[in-house]
Each structure stands twice: as structure tokens, then as C-alpha cells.
């Protein structure tokens, strides 16, 4: 009794710097305010987008409001191998 | 530690955009914010999710999207401009297993594709119409669209769309709903989280109906051209919610999926054998693929005469003898005026290799069949070149040509017809022919004349008659 424990699940976002074109789509989509404009630029000579803290919580909308196909991943932490 | 991607590249796109030309394979070629992207991600997910991409082909014409194929692991075709419906659906008629997206833009559904998509819609046809409505062509930076929004300023509307010079914009949705076939219609924007969840919805929707074979859907999607706009993505958002959702109301105009069942259609053939079968058995061809020797050259035929004469016919009954001996052939009438009693005429392109164009200028053979045609025509017979006419009614030519002449009408008059005066001329040309080498130039046109009059059948033995009359009476006039 009382033994379960719900693991809260941990997710965190990456950026693939070469293929964000810096539209800032993600960055107004974030529920959280993860995603930050940066001021470096990426090989196409694009200012881009990186995670500026943690705290992503999977809800995927950074994805889908992002036009390129292979900018944003975001993953789920298997924290039962911590 | 573990980790599970949730979220990634879409398995319906290729890894690698190899048909991209250039150094950049990973990344699209729409600029930074376009809609055009978004959808394309829903797409490549939705494809593989429905388990639809192997038999999927994904159709853009001109427009931002034309270069699509770039990028969906799929079938893919880029098609001219305003097409793609009629493109679709020769591919779903053909092939009942496929499934296509129809993928257009406001420009090319609205404006010089409409009758297309329109009429696809109308036969129901079984396909998803994806139609990005962003108010503007954005391929050829930004000219006024039948979408663009009252005031809305464009590189052909510098003062802002009137309503008193451009008519308000076109609400394709509302349009489509209020015809009986299709069965589903929705228009979502592809701005906000909740907004694009919606869209992805409403175009698995779509395929959704397209997989159970229920006919016809159409997806609207707003969508952002920041480039054009000359704005921000945020901005470009922003705009679609305040400017054109008020007059482009999302949501769902008609769902009656469930209602209908599935299309059946009949079932195509590949089988060439059963394809020429069906196409000649009513015509009493008999020796159909036998191949000739005969046009080891191209020959290029004008047939012109009175309107009345049966030119067309000729024409007509002269490629059905080429056909009928596997020679490629084509024919071209020309219409107009012409078919109300004038001077009518009619191209005929006879070959063994393939024709490049219908269209006979410079004439080998010139049948002519009334004095202003011959006049016409005689200064295209090329050097070599065979004049055949008529010399009933046509006065002995004036030329170097080689020339032949048979009394057709009167040939056709005395058999109690002059109808088939077409038939006795055609004579006279098998005749010509013979120093083409055409082996069996007889049945060849027997063949021809049965098929032409196969359903008047009284006619048949009549045309064969004047066609030997003519072929025996040609005379040489001056070789
Ligand atoms: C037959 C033909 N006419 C005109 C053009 C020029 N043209 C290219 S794209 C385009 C408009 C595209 O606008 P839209 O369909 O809205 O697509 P978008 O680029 O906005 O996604 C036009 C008129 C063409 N390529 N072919
Ligand atoms: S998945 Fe959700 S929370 Fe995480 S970065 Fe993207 S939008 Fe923000
Ligand atoms: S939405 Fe995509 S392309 Fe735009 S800034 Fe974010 S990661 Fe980059
Ligand atoms: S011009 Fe407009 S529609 Fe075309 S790729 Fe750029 S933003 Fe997209
Ligand atoms: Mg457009």
C-alpha cells in the first residue's frame, strides 16, 4: 500500500540547427516558453532557435507548427533507467 | 538513460530530399513560416499513419507546392497549372487501387483551374483535394488571387482588392458543399496549436473517406505567405485570424461520409490484346497489328474540299487504314466557319516512327476536292510532293508536282450516290500509294471503309464499290 508511485514523465525538445530556417513558428507555440530565438546562425546563415530551459512537457506543438520537416524531435525520457 | 522519440520527422517523407537539386537535401524550398510546410508534415504523417503511402501519389501543379515530389516517399507528379483534378482522376480511373491527393493553391484551384476542380468535385470522384488558401499566388511573388480578401493590397492590386472592380472573394468551401457529390468539406487554418490539430484532423478525414472509397473531399486550409505578405509568421497568423476567418469561417460544411457507399467503378484492363479487342471488334477489322512495310517515310496528307464532301470522313477513313496496320497515325480536322458550307479540310500524318505534330504544312499528298482548296493548298505540296484531285469539277493544275487526277463526283454520281465521292478520291490515293510499297492496300481499305460506316451499314457496300471504281480509273496526268 501507498507503494505507487506515479512517475511524472520527463520529455525534452532538440533542435537540428542546419534545418530550422528561424521562423519563429515554435517559439510562438510553446506553451511552456521553451524555445528562445538565438542570436548565432546555423550553416544556411539562418539565426535559429534553440531550448532556452527545461521543463518541455511532450505536448508536440513546437512540431507541428514548425514547417521544416526535420527541425524539431522531441523525446520522451525513460527515467525507469536513471 | 532511455529515450523515446515522440515527436519527429515524419517517416512519409524521404530521409535525404535527393531530387532536390543543389547542396540543401534536408530542408524544403518554401520560406521560413510557410503554411505550405506545415501541411506538407501532416501529410507525410497522415500517409504512413492510414497505411495509404504505397499506393499514394501525391499531385502538385504549378504553384509554390509544384516541387512536392521532392520530398513525399511516394508516388508524386507535378502537373501544369490548374490540373491536378484532371490528372487525379485519370490516375484513380486507370487505376481504382491508387489514392491521390490533389494538392493546390489558391491561384491554380480558384482562378485557371476551376472548371478542373470543379468538375472533378461534381463527378465525385474518389480523392482529397488539400487546397491552401492563402489568399495570394505566392510563386510568382504575390499578384491578386480570387481568395484575396477585400483591401487586401497585392503586387495587382496596389490600392487593395475592390469589390466594385474584382467582385468579392471566392469562398470555395461554401461553393462545394452546395453540390450533391461530394461528401465532405471543412476549412481550417494552419495557425494556432488548437487550429493546426484541427486541420490535421479534418485532412485524415479526408484520406479517411478516400481509403473507404466515399468519393469526393475537400480540405481547406488558410495558410500564411509571409514573403508576400510582406509580415512575420506571427504576423502572417495574426492576419489570418482577424482578416480572414471572419470572411473564410472555419469549419465542417458537409459530412455525409457515412451515407454514402463506396464508389465502384468499372474495372480497367492492361491486357492489349483485350484493349484492341474492344476497340475494333465492332469495326470488322481483321488483320488489326499486322505490321506494314509500307511508309518507311512519313507521310503528311491534306485533305480539303466543300464542306459537304465528306472531307472529314476521308480523313478520318484514311488514318483508320493506317491504324488498322499498326502505323502511327494522326488526325487533325480543322474546324470553324468551314463546317457550315465552306471549304472544309483535314490532316492526316501516316508513320512509322512517332508523330511530332498533327499539324501537315508541308503536304506529300494533297487530295483535293473543290477548285478554291486545291488553290489553297497546292503551294504547300513539297518538292516531290503528290497532288490528287477531283476532275469533275477541278480545271488540269498548273504545276511541276506529280499529279493525279480521277472524276470522283462523277464516279460517286453514277453509283447513285455522291456522298461517296470520298471513297472513289481514297481509291485513286490507295492507288498513289503503291509506290509506297503498301502490300495489302486493298483490304487495308476495305477494312477502313467498314469500320468508318459500321454503323450504317446499308453505306458499306456502296464505299467499297466507288473506292475500286476510283482506285482503277486514277489517271497519271503528267509523270
Ligand atoms: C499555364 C500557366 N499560367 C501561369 C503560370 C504562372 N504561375 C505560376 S504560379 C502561379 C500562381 C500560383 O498561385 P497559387 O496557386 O495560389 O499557389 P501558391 O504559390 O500561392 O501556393 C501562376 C499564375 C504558369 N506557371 N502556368
Ligand atoms: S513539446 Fe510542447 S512543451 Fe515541449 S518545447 Fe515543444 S511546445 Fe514546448
Ligand atoms: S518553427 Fe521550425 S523552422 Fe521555425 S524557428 Fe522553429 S524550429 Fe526553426
Ligand atoms: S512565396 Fe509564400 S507560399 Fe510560396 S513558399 Fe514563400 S511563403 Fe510559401
Ligand atoms: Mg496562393
Redesign the interface.
Known amino acids: 500500500m501507498g507503494q505507487t508511485i506515479k512517475k511524472k514523465k520527463k ?2 525538445v532538440e533542435i ?1 540547427v ?2 530550422c ?5 515554435c517559439v ?2 510553446c ?1 511552456k516558453g521553451i524555445l528562445e530565438m538565438t542570436t548565432k546562425v546555423n550553416m ?1 546563415g ?1 539565426v535559429y532557435v534553440e531550448p532556452a530551459k527545461e521543463g518541455c512537457v ?4 513546437c ?8 527541425a ?7 527515467e525507469a ?2 | 538513460m532511455g529515450r523515446k522519440l515522440k515527436f519527429g520527422k515524419p517517416t512519409g517523407f524521404f530521409d535525404v530530399f535527393d531530387r532536390r537539386p543543389g547542396p540543401i537535401k534536408k530542408n524544403m524550398h518554401y520560406c521560413p513560416g510557410c503554411g505550405h510546410g506545415i501541411l506538407h508534415k501532416l501529410i507525410a504523417e497522415a500517409i504512413v499513419d492510414l497505411d495509404m503511402r504505397d499506393h499514394m501519389v501525391v499531385i502538385s501543379p504549378v504553384g509554390c507546392a509544384v516541387f512536392a515530389y521532392y520530398y513525399f516517399d511516394a508516388g508524386g507528379i507535378s502537373v501544369p497549372h490548374g490540373r491536378a483534378p484532371a490528372v487525379a482522376t485519370g490516375i484513380i480511373r486507370a487505376n481504382p487501387d491508387s489514392f491521390v491527393i490533389s494538392y493546390q493553391g489558391d491561384g491554380d484551384l480558384g482562378a485557371i483551374g476551376l472548371n478542373n476542380f470543379l468538375q472533378a468535385a461534381n463527378r465525385g470522384e474518389n480523392m482529397t483535394v488539400c487546397f491552401v488558401n492563402n489568399a495570394i499566388y505566392g510563386m510568382t511573388s504575390g499578384q491578386m488571387a480570387p481568395t484575396t480578401l477585400i483591401g487586401q493590397k497585392t503586387a495587382t492590386s496596389p490600392y487593395g482588392r475592390s469589390v466594385e472592380n474584382e467582385g468579392y472573394p471566392l469562398k470555395v468551401s461554401e461553393m462545394v458543399a452546395a453540390l450533391e457529390s461530394p461528401i465532405y468539406v471543412e476549412r481550417v487554418a494552419l495557425t494556432t496549436p488548437a487550429n493546426i490539430m484541427a486541420a490535421r484532423k479534418a485532412l485524415r478525414k479526408g484520406l479517411t473517406n478516400m481509403k473507404e472509397r466515399r468519393g469526393f473531399s475537400l480540405v481547406e486550409f488558410l495558410s500564411g505567405c509571409p514573403i508576400n505578405q510582406k509580415m512575420t509568421a506571427q504576423q502572417v497568423d495574426e492576419w489570418i485570424e482577424k482578416e480572414m476567418i471572419p470572411y473564410f469561417p472555419l469549419g465542417c460544411f458537409k459530412d455525409i461520409a457515412a451515407e454514402r457507399k463506396p464508389i465502384s467503378r468499372p474495372k480497367p484492363t492492361f491486357d492489349k490484346k483485350k484493349v484492341l479487342n474492344a476497340l475494333v471488334s465492332s469495326a470488322g477489322i481483321t488483320k488489326w497489328g499486322a505490321k506494314s512495310t509500307v511508309l518507311r517515310k512519313e507521310l503528311r496528307v491534306k485533305c480539303a474540299g466543300y464542306g459537304g464532301q465528306g472531307i472529314l470522313s476521308l480523313g478520318m477513313m484514311i488514318a483508320a487504314m493506317g491504324q488498322s496496320r499498326d502505323i502511327n497515325v494522326s488526325w487533325l480536322p480543322s474546324y470553324g466557319p468551314e463546317m457550315r458550307g465552306g471549304t472544309a479540310n483535314c490532316s492526316v500524318v501516316l508513320s512509322n516512327n512517332v508523330i511530332g505534330s498533327p499539324v501537315v504544312q508541308n503536304t506529300n499528298i494533297l487530295i483535293a476536292m473543290n477548285q478554291p482548296s486545291m488553290n489553297k493548298f497546292l503551294p504547300d505540296l513539297v518538292d516531290g510532293g503528290i497532288l490528287l484531285y477531283d476532275s469533275t469539277n477541278i480545271a488540269p493544275p498548273k504545276t511541276d508536282r506529280r499529279v493525279y487526277a480521277v472524276a470522283a463526283s462523277d464516279i460517286a454520281i453514277k453509283l447513285g450516290n455522291i456522298r461517296c465521292a470520298n471513297s472513289a478520291i481514297m481509291g485513286a490515293f490507295a492507288a498513289c500509294l503503291k509506290g509506297f510499297e503498301l502490300e495489302d492496300y486493298e483490304d487495308a481499305f476495305e477494312e477502313a471503309i467498314r469500320q468508318t460506316f459500321r454503323k450504317k451499314k446499308e453505306l458499306v457496300e456502296l464505299n467499297i464499290k466507288a473506292f475500286h471504281e476510283g482506285r482503277k480509273s486514277v489517271e497519271t496526268r503528267n509523270v
Open positions: 520529455f525534452v537540428t542546419d534545418e530556417k528561424g521562423c519563429g513558428r510562438s507555440a506553451p544556411m539562418i511532450g505536448c508536440g506543438a512540431f507541428y507548427a514548425c514547417p521544416e520537416p526535420g524539431i524531435s522531441v523525446y520522451e525520457i525513460d533507467d536513471e
